[in-house]
């Protein structure tokens, strides 16, 4: 473990030091009514690269809060982690309002929602749909960032997102590690990304499950994806690969209750040790529950240290972030504090 993970219990949340994004260095400034710090406040994510415990924040900002299309990351691997730039943003002089892609061809700064994801098969960070800089319409475009390279592969290099998927703000997107293979939830149809041919298509139709702004989480166990919360209804569904089929669950236990406040842009992760769910709401302290994969009982992780955990403002999404060589689970809920560590196994 890195010098700043050793000597936690199980339980523990634990800031790391230095982690904060603000420190990132920025080489290129750009417009924004909130600048830089929508990065994080303006309904965005973070995709964590598995393999060595590299968290991504690519292409953050939208809407008129921030322009800036730059990538930074910051390997937790490290004794020491920091964050660094990867690729800086586009000059201002090629910065198009309204549109995909600026005019050198690297893609619109966004709300990413819960559209940025690590495909490890393809060593490429992915951005899908979102809210576009200037009038903050939903784009179906989806990008890659080239890990080698550090540089965004070629516009139009991967097929818009169908259009039911992303038909309002905040389709509830999930990876397939082993595959890359992408899933999207929204408007009442599940759909999909095949890595192997690049191709998007709807596999299921008339799902209970509505998607957008919900939290959503592959179980590898049992190859299935839950669906939580959401803008416009409580949604509490499952997906299963294999039977592409769907149904709604009904939580038990002690905490169930919480789960209709789940809400729009929380966050959750499958933890395979604890065969659980851990979901994250955006207020301030050390709370996160815990889903029983199997029988979908809900409870309260025993957790210590978090009560200065910060609020997550305009939510979580895909900030809460499961880092299974660090046996644990890393949350960024600012800009200008720390990331937050917490250990699960």
């Known amino acids: ?10 339980g523990e949340w634990r800031q790391i030091p230095n982690s904060a994004l603000s420190s990132a260095p920025i080489t290129v400034r750009s417009a924004g009514n909130t600048g830089p710090e929508s990065k994080i406040i303006a309904w965005n994510s973070f995709a964590i690269d598995t393999r060595d415990s590299t968290v991504y924040s690519p292409a953050n900002g939208g809407h008129h809060d921030y322009a800036g299309n730059e990538v930074n990351s910051i390997r937790l691997s490290d004794d020491a982690p920091l964050w660094i730039e990867r690729r800086a943003a586009t000059s201002g002089n090629q910065v198009v309002e309204n549109t995909t892609h600026y005019a050198d061809g690297r893609p619109t700064s966004r709300h990413t929602f819960y559209g940025a994801v ?3 098969v393809r060593n490429r960070v992915m951005v899908i749909s979102g809210s576009r800089w200037g009038n903050g319409w939903v784009t ?4 890659g960032f080239n890990l080698s390279s550090n540089d965004w592969d070629l516009a139009r290099t991967y097929p818009d997102v169908p259009s039911a998927a992303v038909a309002l703000a905040a389709t509830a997107f999930v990876e397939h590690k082993v595959s890359g293979d992408i899933y999207a939830f929204g408007n009442y149809g599940v759909f999909r990304w095949l890595n192997a041919s690049n191709t998007w298509s709807q596999v299921v139709s008339n799902s209970t499950i509505y998607g ?8 590898t166990r049992r190859n299935r994806i839950l669906v939580v919360g959401g803008s416009a209804a409580f949604d509490h569904g499952v997906y299963t690969l294999g039977a592409n089929t769907t149904q709604n669950v009904s939580f038990t236990g002690p905490a169930a209750g919480a789960m ?9 992760v499958y933890e395979p040790w604890l065969d659980a769910f851990l979901v994250r709401l955006s207020g301030a302290g050390g709370t996160v529950y815990r889903i029983d994969a199997q029988t979908f009982a809900v409870d309260t992780l025993p957790t210590s240290g978090g009560s200065a955990v910060p609020n997550a403002i305009n939510g979580v999404w895909r900030r809460f972030l499961f880092a299974p060589k660090l046996g644990g689970i890393v949350y960024a809920p600012a800009y200008s504090s720390n990331m937050w560590f917490l250990r699960t196994t």
Do not use: I, K, Y
């Open 1 to 10: 473990m890195p010098a700043w993970r050793q000597g936690m219990a199980v």
């Open 118 to 120: 690590c495909n490890e």
């Open 140 to 143: 179906s475009a989806t990008d």
């Open 212 to 219: 957008f702004g919900a939290a959503a989480a592959l179980d």
């Open 260 to 268: 209709p406040n789940v809400g729009n842009g929380s966050g959750m």
